[in-house]
């Protein structure tokens, strides 16, 4: 989580458009998967490129570019770290230069970015990993053009495995509809991630709530308090998405046809309901904080009135004590031969009738 | 209430408009109630049809189409978790695949949609359970056409009872409107139940107010912590809610009706109403926390004075006791026959101050 | 104050429009006061009618018919628990089935609704009864027509008699004026009301903040905690009254004249003054609270500080002189004859570098 | 600051307009300052007329009205509490009798009201009062007509000398300007009075920074929750003066000529300051209360430490010198010679051993 | 830091457009730096000027107007405390006398300004200096014309060095571009520096996120509170700071060139990341003193708890011995050999189960 802490863009003092790589991803490879698809069944193919260090990457890349209008083309490239190649598709795309140092600036925040012929996309990931049971965030660029839809991811993962899924065994309508149907479905698997991770966080917040009253090691505290960064975290990316999803099911961009609208409508439904849940979290995690000091309190209370209890009822008898156990040579309780159980008697009253003031006092 | 904490549909990485129940009704059979009805006395019909697994589904739903323009028919489905029935009805009256995933995803929040010949609606119910003395909560759908309403309810329960006895006894107008006051009805229903759990809540949060001050028990935390949830949850409901009656009472909906405007305005009222009764309890509950928190630091103020007063008094008492104890050679405080009574007047003496010193302080 | 609990209205199930008496009163006789009056001095009549159980309604009411365009006419209606008079002058003034039932359901909150030829208010007083120190609520509905003012208020007080009294005595422009200038007069009326509960909160407030500081008992508490509600149910009063008298003020409504406007406009400064207070109240009503949990926080400290400096001195002179209480045949200190005086040289001594510790730390 | 509780204006239960001075100025002469000026350096008068008890108000009254258009007059009038007086001049210049109300009622909050050929203010000045170290608010009212402008002040003070001196010694522009820019001008030096409260407010808050954490006395409290309620004074005070300006900066009365527009500008700017620091101050002083009570919070634990260490090593000691003052018969310990420094050396090692725990703990 | 607590302006009671220099740069001389370039490789020119007290202002001054519309000029002047240098500049360019009043007054807020022909900018810039470990202010003040851009700095830093450099060297597109882009450039150079500021800021907090929970101590405190107020600090100087650009991206100045847009919007997102993350900073910070606090409370409880241990196992037991310490004469307990044996196994066995006690408590 200590993404919340590094905001610095590596470019710092470089002229705008400076194409540097901000992430932590160093290896050398790029490999780019081509999906071309349209509504006809045995029109699909599926093609790996790998980019080496060495390879020529001029060919490679001029044969990205969709050669057939029918034909809607995903180019989904992992590893944005080697500069160049990310540049060629830039200037084979024509991208701006300002949206390509955003793809390799991996501390962006996600926004949304009209050009004249293709809209671009930084959105982020939270993808739960259930092995090292923690969150890995990742940023995502989409550019989606009329018949195409560039992706690039930092790291390989499984983000996008359901998409290629579904495009592969014809599963739902995506085969009939165009690149912004496309676009759609992968916002919609980004959000999907993000039900799981509040799906985690939940788990995580409903077995706090039972051994928050009962243990407040400190442990527990870190929990919460991880929790709650996990949650401003999670928040900080889809508020602005939601305002990304909000104006593409509202405003009229070309590249968005009517027919996808109620898709993206219901995007956007999700959105709002990832938002709910995450401010009830926040309530929910402020509300056990203070059940949590609540607890301290009262434990402190307690400890005091155990202190109490024993030190009023034996201080007194122990004075008692003090007293004949004094050496004056004129005592005359002493020389009584009933003055011993007499005394015994006397504290053991003191001791009774204290016992019944704390029991009065509901104490013990 | 752990339904704060659920949130990931369970149609996660599916293409859009899969339909998979996600709710927690096991039962395969589906009951439907179909009422005709208008404003002659007359006319009025109800038939209960219950579809069971191996029914012919088709005849079944197709007999479900209002044949009559001047009448309005209220199928009422009790039971969403036979993807089947729920995807014929769709198909029979046209509606938006999204519209069924909606149906069947039993964790959305309130929204509406507006399709071409029907509005869509998702309302959460929560209704007070005095045997349980407990919320349960539910979700219902509305699909409002011109002169045919359907809901679709989770489980079988006494929710839309008292509108069934309304038009069966032609109690008000019911009779003598439309579709769209039939919707009116049942919003109003669902909104008067929101009332009796508020009251239930009001009530809590009232007895608990008394109890607070005196017993700071984890008990009574526990209790406030879960109101507090309840309220959360109320207004995760309520505010979206709010939003859809505010706009079917401006916009002009063809299927809304202007002499169904003042009804709309009225049940708004009311929303509002719970609106700021849930904010009220909001406000007071958190006065309660503080009050409960100040009771503790209180008390333990109070077992500190205790222990302090017991141990001030006695210490120092005990010292000269234990001072006459001692065994020198030379003492003569202890060979004179007045040391002894001198010394617990001494002590007396002390005793006294210090009390009269607390007292002063305002400790005892 | 119980009123902050309780909201649901006494219809629920019912159908809209149900007339069922929601409050408090049960007497059966309602007084019905008519005013007639305009700019002429001579013009002033006055009459009180009481309409008891038996009596024929449907004769006493239809005279409460305005005969006459040019005066203006007020009907003050006292008690409003027997719904079939309610009912029947609804009937003769024609009035929406919806503000009847407002007008007896005593748990609305503050509206405004325009119908065809009259507005109608739902409002709330907070009257101060000065005998039991305690705010008084009331629900008043106005219904102003074009030479017609209807009031109606749930039991017989003094809150409208400044109003009959100016109109009586001729006093500032009232007669002058028409039915929308007699509306702002009452509603002036009661924010005036409002002044002087916030001046009461005020001064309860004023005397707190000097007694909180030394005295932390729990009394203090619960009169600070009764404000803050106090606060809340006026703040909900209140807010909804702006955006009435502020839709007044602004927009065109046909039945307000002209030259009442800065009338309006004088009145919603006064609210907004109001509004002010309310949120200074409550600033400074949870500063009290910070001060009276530092204070009592404090008072553990220092009563913390009284039982360490007490321990802390005579726990090592107790031991000190438990060692020379010990029975070991070989003490040489015991067989001094200066052995005494220099251990009471040696805990003087002890007790006076403590005390001079305590000192410097400044807790002495 | 007693002013926060105040708010009941004394014309409660009044027709409005009635005339009634609200203040604490009770002395009955009203002194009047006229200042005649334009551009032309020779043209520039200025005379004081004080009305005393039995003086001819008429007559002196009359002659305020500005006889020269080519001239602005300045009318300052010191003294709001002879109603006749004011009423008069109400009169002469064609004043509402709303506005007159306001300039009595001194509880009113900062407004402006545009008349057809005036417009009307109620402004609220803080003056630091570097003799008794406090502030002093004061309500002044402006009416600026198009070659007159007319001031209203409770008590004689010092806030309009630095403009008067302008005025007369023809610095900066002023005499070549409208009323518009001595309105700007007696504006400008309201908020240049809020810079010296802020300052003021700044300082004592500097100072508590540092003696908050060593100092955790009730007076420092007092101090800080004072310097919290002057801030909640100011904000009441420059919120709607924000409005005020903000509306004459951008909107087109057509008594503001469009060369003031920039000097508006420039004093809105300022008063976003005032409220930017207001806000600040508003955080920083929250901050500091959490520090204070943390300081609370930390001395209570370093005197329960101290207290700990103390009872922890001593109690056991002492219980040991307990065992061996004991007057058993047969105690072999007691009978051998080396009995006696063995236990020293036992309770020196206990001791040691208990001081090393304590050190390792980081306690001492 | 202690900015924060400065608000007056020096010009108080000034007439407006006053030249007071409020700063704390007391250095007479004044340096000048004068940049010529177009998109010319060769048509690049840089001269310095430094103007001191002595030397002749007026033709100094009168060679700083662009003589070539072809070319963009950059003047940049450092130190702003020569007033008659900054009103020379004034009157040469046509500046508004209350703008070079907000130069030399260094407490403004950020703001922007359109005058005819230029765009005047008050912008803050905070500097991290490295070697003192601390957040320098300044105030920077720009002024754009058609083609040429005049920058006012306090003190001689390295802020503007990186653009000047890239002038220099014909990096990136500046030299291409007019004097639009050089501002931008400008802009986004000094919100560069908050990035590194809030980098440095989030490197303190994580630091201190490991710490406070350990260490208590008050430095942490001091520390946490110190980056709170820088926190503010940010808040206040990059709110504006968005709105400025936020409305140069948007509206239409003529000044502000279409192809400059996307560069401008570039740095607008830039800056709602600086507001995420001092908005994440925020809710970071109190979610660590929430963890402090709790600390501290959790600290006491466990010195309580060793306190009650050790009194509670040792009080009884010093009580015992208390007892046989005791000199009556009957005493049989005393007598018996066994005597002392059994009551060392009775004294072990109290103080076993105590243990026990505690251990089944958790507290030890």
């Given at each position: ?15 705008p458009?400076?194409?540097i ?23 699909f193919?599926?093609?790996?490129i790998v980019?080496?260090?060495n ?73 739960w ?26 790291i ?8 290629h ?11 009939s ?15 999907d ?19 928050l ?58 959105i ?8 009830n ?15 301290i ?5 307690e ?62």
């Amino acid at each position: 989580m200590e993404d919340l802490y590094k905001t610095v863009p590596k470019t710092f003092g470089m002229p705008p458009g400076s194409l540097i790589y901000s992430g932590k991803n160093i290896e050398s490879d790029v490999t780019i998967t081509i999906t071309d698809y349209n509504s006809k069944p045995d029109l699909f193919d599926e093609k790996v490129i790998v980019i080496s260090k060495n390879d020529d990457i001029e060919t490679k890349i001029i044969n990205l570019i969709n050669p057939d209008p029918d034909i809607v083309r995903w180019i989904d490239v992992i590893g944005v770290n080697r500069i160049d190649i990310i540049e060629k598709i830039g200037n084979t795309f024509g991208i701006h230069p300002l949206h390509l140092e955003d793809i390799l600036t991996v501390q962006n925040r996600p926004k949304m970015d009209e050009d004249e012929n293709y809209l671009f996309f930084i959105l982020k990931t939270m993808v739960w990993n259930d092995k090292i049971k923690d969150v890995e965030f990742e940023q995502d660029s989409i550019i989606m053009g009329s018949n195409w839809v560039i992706t690039f991811q930092e790291i390989k993962n499984q983000l996008f495995m359901p998409v290629h899924e579904r495009i592969k065994s014809n599963k739902g309508r995506i085969r009939s509809m165009d690149s912004d149907y496309l676009l759609y479905t992968l916002i919609d698997n980004i959000v999907d991630n993000y039900f799981v991770v509040l799906e985690n966080i939940g788990g995580t917040l409903e077995d706090l709530e039972d051994e928050l009253i009962s243990d407040t090691s400190r442990e527990k505290l870190k929990v919460l308090y991880k929790l709650k960064r996990e949650n401003i975290a999670l928040r900080n990316y889809v508020w602005p998405l939601r305002e990304i999803v909000g104006s593409l099911q509202k405003n009229e961009y070309s590249l968005i046809k009517h027919k996808t609208l109620p898709y993206l409508r219901d995007v956007y439904d999700h959105i709002i309901q990832v938002i709910d849940t995450i401010e009830n979290f926040r309530d929910i995690a402020s509300g056990m904080l203070d059940i949590y000091l609540t607890s301290i309190s009262n434990k402190t209370n307690e400890t005091m009135k155990v202190l109490t209890i024993i030190s009023t009822i034996f201080i007194p008898l122990t004075f008692l004590a003090g007293v004949y156990g004094m050496n004056f040579d004129f005592m005359p309780e002493l020389r009584t031969p009933v003055g011993y159980p007499i005394l015994w008697i006397v504290m053991i009253t003191i001791a009774a009738l204290l016992m019944y003031w704390f029991k009065r006092k509901n104490w013990i």
